[in-house]
């Protein structure tokens, strides 16, 4: 699964979006005819449909494309990647790192689609909570592993930029499946990604 490109972006949504963003502008009392702002709502309206393109994709048949039989039943842990959201409240982002661990029971699933399943549920209009939840549920029902982890730091803007103002807090979430209920297999996963969380 690519990214949006241009071209793919839905006309008739651009056109009504462009120009509720145009009012938007106005709102602010910012003149929507001068040069730096003539085709900003159109980029605007881009901008949100890229952000937002995780609703038209399916993230269980991304990781149902990769999977293949194999007898290794370690833990796997795909740690820091990179994500970006939007807060449902505020329509801010919310940005940091997600680490993933499974524990395969006869199938492996492709690297790369660990990654690609965090941005196809991170591009939506999103909680922190229900990001880890998502995450967590497609790969248990999807590749039904012995157990699945999953753990998220981020950084909200509503909470940076207004509101509370707090530059430096950040939200640790977490979500354990299967055999990661077991202390010894959790303390294991947060051991090998304790590096990574401040
Ligand atoms: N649980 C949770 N809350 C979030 C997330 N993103 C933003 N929020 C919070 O959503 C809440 C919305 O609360 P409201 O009181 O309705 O909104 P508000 O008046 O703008 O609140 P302040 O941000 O405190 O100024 C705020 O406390 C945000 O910090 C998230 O991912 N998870
Ligand atoms: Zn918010």
Redesign the pocket.
């Known amino acids: 699964m690519s990214n949006k490109n241009f071209e793919e972006y839905n006309i008739k949504v651009t056109d009504a979006m462009q120009l509720r963003y145009k009012s938007i502008i106005e709102d602010l009392g910012e003149n929507t005819k001068r040069d730096g702002l003539l085709k900003t709502p159109e980029r605007a309206a881009k901008a949100m449909q890229f952000l937002t393109q995780g609703y038209e994709q399916d993230a269980a048949e991304i990781l149902k494309s990769a999977m293949f039989k194999e007898s290794y039943n370690e833990m796997v842990i795909v740690k820091d990647i990179e994500l970006y959201s939007l ?1 449902e ?2 329509i801010l982002p ?1 940005f940091g790192k997600a680490h993933i661990a499974y524990i395969p029971n006869g199938q492996i699933v492709g690297l790369s689609k660990i990654p690609r399943i965090v941005d196809v549920f991170s591009r939506r209009l ?4 229900r990001l880890t939840e998502q995450i967590l549920n497609c790969i248990n029902e999807t590749l039904k592993p012995e157990g699945v982890a999953v753990v998220i730091e981020a950084s ?1 803007m ?2 940076m930029m ?3 103002q707090k530059q430096n807090s950040t ?1 640790t979430t977490s979500g354990f499946r299967g055999a990661f209920k077991n202390i010894e297999t959790r303390t294991e996963f947060l051991k090998l990604i304790s590096e990574n969380l401040s």
């Open positions: 807060c409240h505020h919310f999103q909680v922190q909570e909200h509503c909470m207004r509101g509370v939200t």
